[in-house]
C-alpha cells in the first residue's frame, strides 16, 4: 500500500509532522513541483527522521519549462502517476 502525504507548508519544514506521519516507513518519494525546490533540504531531513530507508526526490529539474498542458508537462518531467510509481518502485528496488 502507498500513503500520499501533502505538505501545507513548506519552510520551516513541518518536522513533528513528518515524524508522527512518516514514523516506520522503509521507502519515500518525495515529489515536489518545482524547479530545483527543496526536495534536498527535505530527503537531508527525511534521513535524520528515518535512519535507513529509502529515499528519493523528484522535481522539475534545472532545465527550462516549456509551454504545454500540464498532463504533458508533468509527464516529461517524471511527475504523472505513471512516472512516479515507477520512480518508486526504484527506490524499492523492485
Known sequence: SVSVLRLAA??????AALKAALEGQKYV?????AMNGIDGDACAL????LPGAAI???????EYV??????????KHGLDGKSLADRFMEVRGS
Open 46 to 49: 527525511l534521513h535524520e527522521i
Open 29 to 33: 518519494l518525495f515529489a515536489e513541483e
Open 10 to 15: 513548506l519552510k520551516p519544514l513541518p518536522q
Open 66 to 75: 516549456t509551454h504545454g498542458s500540464v498532463a504533458e508537462l508533468y509527464r
Open 56 to 62: 528519493a526526490a523528484v522535481d522539475l529539474g534545472d
